[in-house]
């Protein structure tokens, strides 16, 4: 987190990345909470994409991320996360690296109808040790399962939360965000508490 001056008070600015598979709403989620015009980086799909992205489960889908999008909310008076949100095609993943130097969490959106998909932003979070939630993206028509058989079928731990939201409802991401962040610094003044211990 990052510390700033304004107005005599300290305001914190944390990062937060946007992750999940390729169509899942990352887009969407930064757009509708924003504060300012988000920065998109939206391209029509093309040619390239063919044989590389499954585009069949997400149909009628033109245009994908090609790098990130970029988004801030203020969510409290001492509080601003500035939301990065990752590409989800498979060849542009080389970049995930980069958009979470600084972050201080991320939120993985996962849709019901092809879970399979968030295994490799889960793996990649895991693997570095990144406070996580998963945001389960409500889509119109999909299977609607208990939290418990979400957890299961992601193979995660008890610890890390499961929310169920809705990526084009303004509250509904807010509320995706607090509880990342709640539960982020939960995770950290465990590790501090830790470390005093052993100290």
Do not use: H
Not at 181 to 197: D, F, G, I, M
């Amino acid at each position: 987190m990052d510390f700033a001056r304004s107005k005599g008070k300290n305001v914190t600015s944390a990062k937060i990345v946007i992750a999940g598979g390729f169509g899942v709403g990352k887009t969407t989620f930064v757009g509708a909470i924003s504060e300012i015009t988000p920065l998109t980086t939206e391209a029509m799909m093309t040619a390239a994409g063919v044989g590389v992205d499954d585009a069949s489960k997400v149909p009628g889908k033109e245009t994908t991320t090609v790098a990130m999008d970029f988004g801030r909310i203020t969510i409290a008076d001492d509080l601003i996360l500035y939301l990065f949100g990752t590409p989800g095609q498979t060849r542009f993943w080389f970049m995930w690296d980069e958009l979470m130097r600084g972050a201080l969490a991320a939120v993985v959106i996962v849709d019901t109808r092809r879970v399979q998909d968030a295994f490799a932003a889960l793996d990649f979070f895991e693997n570095r040790n990144v406070p996580y939630l998963v945001a389960v993206n409500c889509f119109d028509g999909a299977p609607n399962y208990d939290i418990d058989e979400i957890r299961d079928a992601l193979t995660i731990a008890e610890e890390v939360p499961i929310v169920l939201t809705d990526a084009r409802q303004r509250e509904l991401v807010k509320g995706t965000l607090i509880s990342v962040v709640e539960y982020t610094l939960t995770q950290l003044r465990a590790v501090r508490s830790e470390a005093r211990a052993g100290a």
